[in-house]
């Protein structure tokens, strides 16, 4: 069974600071792992998302991703916050290796950007 | 970018009324949609495959008879919600999948809130 932890459900971050999320997954298969971000009232948007090609992988927005198998991690970072970064961010991996959209979801990390 | 629309975007209900909740990929056809609920401060949680022509698929736990799923065409979904209850009020999300040679990419509508009393 798949399983994603993401650590911390509230992260406050400066303007042009580091923005950090951890995001931790168990698969009992090889995992396809995926970033989306939701705003206020709006559907989740894809960020970025990792299908065993490249392990650093770029997204949307500045925002990057490094898939570390050791470690079982796939955390999201971004070099500056931007005030529209401000939002709530998801991890996901994939539940089924047939079907990408079976999505199990991690609690989510609301993201604050202070100025 | 690929849209999918959901309708209605809030809805009210008394308790033991049905509600009917609409997910539409505007300008693509999707052949497998995907409904999830969402607690309030949780995540979302898949509840149902949903493949145009065929029954839905049901997550383990989700009652088939109290959320019935439609998937008439490739470009519309229901999930209608029999005899609501207020333990059914929640944030259900649908999502519509592009499938190429390649890959598959999951749109994701806004959201409908439910709330029953």
């Known amino acids: 069974a798949q399983s994603v932890t993401q650590l911390g459900s509230h992260v406050s971050v400066s303007e042009g600071a580091l923005v950090l999320l951890r995001c931790n997954y168990s698969?009992?298969?090889?995992?396809?792992l995926f970033w989306y971000v939701q705003y206020p009232n709006q559907g989740l948007q894809l960020l970025l998302k990792?299908?065993?090609?490249?392990?650093l992988v770029k997204g949307i927005n500045g925002f990057e991703a490094e898939f570390k198998k050791s470690e079982t991690s796939f955390h999201l970072t971004k070099p500056s916050a931007h005030m529209s970064d401000a939002a709530e961010y998801f991890c996901?991996?994939?539940?089924?290796?047939?079907?990408?959209?079976?999505?199990?979801f991690g609690a989510g990390t609301q993201v604050v950007v202070t100025p | 970018g690929a849209v999918v629309s959901q309708h209605p975007s809030r809805v009210i209900c008394k308790s033991g009324t049905s509600v009917k909740i609409e997910c539409r990929s505007l300008?693509?056809?999707?052949?497998?949609m995907f409904w999830y609920r969402q607690f309030p401060k949780q995540s979302l949680m898949l509840m149902a495959t949903?493949?145009?022509?065929?029954?839905?698929?049901?997550e383990q736990g989700v009652e088939k008879d109290k959320f019935l799923i439609n998937h008439a065409s490739l470009t519309l979904s229901t999930l209608t919600v029999t005899s609501a209850h207020p333990e059914d009020s929640s944030f259900y999300i649908c999502?519509?999948?592009?499938?190429?040679?390649?890959?598959?990419?999951?749109?994701f509508g806004p959201g409908t809130r439910l709330l029953v009393l």
């Open positions: 996901a991996v994939s539940r089924s290796t047939d079907s990408w959209g079976k999505l199990q």
């Open positions: 949903s493949n145009e022509g065929s029954k839905a698929t049901y």
């Open positions: 698969s009992s298969v090889p995992p396809y």
């Open positions: 300008d693509f056809q999707a052949t497998t």
């Open positions: 990792y299908t065993s090609a490249a392990t």
């Open positions: 999502s519509a999948q592009i499938r190429d040679s390649f890959q598959e990419t999951q749109y």
